[in-house]
């Protein structure tokens, strides 16, 4: 019987178009992380535990959360309930991040062991440095300007990766990886690093596709994860600096919804299956049922290398950025660590 099933199942995948994206990607730490993820940075608090059973119930295996988002404890109460259900751990991929003011390494073991007992795990499958720049121990991670007091400290990245990699060899994480880095920042990482840094994660949608950066991460076998996949358009109107603000949203562009009308698709399913075609993973939010089956359900189609490249002509670079934290916090763009001081 199972071996009918994988003759069959080999059969199904030898047939099937080159060129479709696997909903899997390899790790170079040897793990897998599903292609789709549910963001979950903006979900509403009393939106958040339905739309994390609507997740899995929708078939999501991976969950994208951090410290910063102060939603691991609910989020631990919905997985709690799914493993009593008969949910298997090993099938599901989580990824939980070092907030800002755990940049410091003795910091890293008790923030990841926070969210391991917020999430109610034994250990992550993704734990990431969630930004390059340190906060000092106690501010607050909201976006508030902390007027006349020095909010900053200084990291070093080396030493921090150093005891990012005691928690894999701790078993607290699986794999390891850095969010809101700039090439040069991981390329100092990824040189002095004994495990690899072998997922990143940053902002990447149509306007900013970030092509230079992608292309420095898969020459280093770094598989990188577009959050804010389709633009973030609810987040625009009060992040952003000046930039990201003025451009309609993409699922509202012309070209965009031409194109989903072309392939029977929605506009959110051109533009995630246009990144998770380049072999990226996607982690759009929605607290929606129905929207979230859409965003899972890319693996069926193809855009033709016309369409790819429409779509590529969007690219903004810097003014499409949504997220340079500037917004958050006063004279970041004076840190020595900022990561898009080039840019900006
Ligand atoms: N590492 C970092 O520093 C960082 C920074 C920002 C974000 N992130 C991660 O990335 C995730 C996603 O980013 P994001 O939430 O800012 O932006 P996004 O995923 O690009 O967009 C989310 C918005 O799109 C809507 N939406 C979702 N699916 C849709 C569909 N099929 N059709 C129409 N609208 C749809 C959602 O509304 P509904 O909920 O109503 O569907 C929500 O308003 C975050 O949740 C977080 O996990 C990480
Ligand atoms: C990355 O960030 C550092 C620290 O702010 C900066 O010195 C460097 O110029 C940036 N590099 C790129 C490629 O943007």
Redesign the pocket.
Known sequence: MNTVFRLFSLVLLASLPKGYAMDNLKLSSGYNIPSVGL?????KPYDLENAIINALENGYKHI???FT?HNEEAIGKVLKKWFAKGGARENLFITS?LPSQGNRPESVEKYLKQSLKDLGLDYVDMY?I??PFGLKEGVNNSPKEVNGIEIFENVNHNALWKEMEKQVKNGYAKSIGL??FNQSQIDNVYKNAEIKPSNL???I?AYLPQKQLRQFCKKHNIVVTA?????????RTYLHKSTGKDLPAL?DLPIIKDLAQKYKK????ILLRHTVQDDLVV??????SD??K??IDLFDFKLTAEDVKKIDNLDKGEKGR??DFLKFYKGLENNPQYPFVEQS
């Open positions: 963001g979950t940075s903006s979900i994208d959360t951090a988002y991040k990431l969630h930004t969010s809101n994660q940053v902002e949608h959050y804010a996949p389709l633009g973030s358009h609810n987040s699922i929605s506009p959110s399913q982690i759009p939010k929605s607290s929606n929207r979230q859409l965003n949504v997220f």
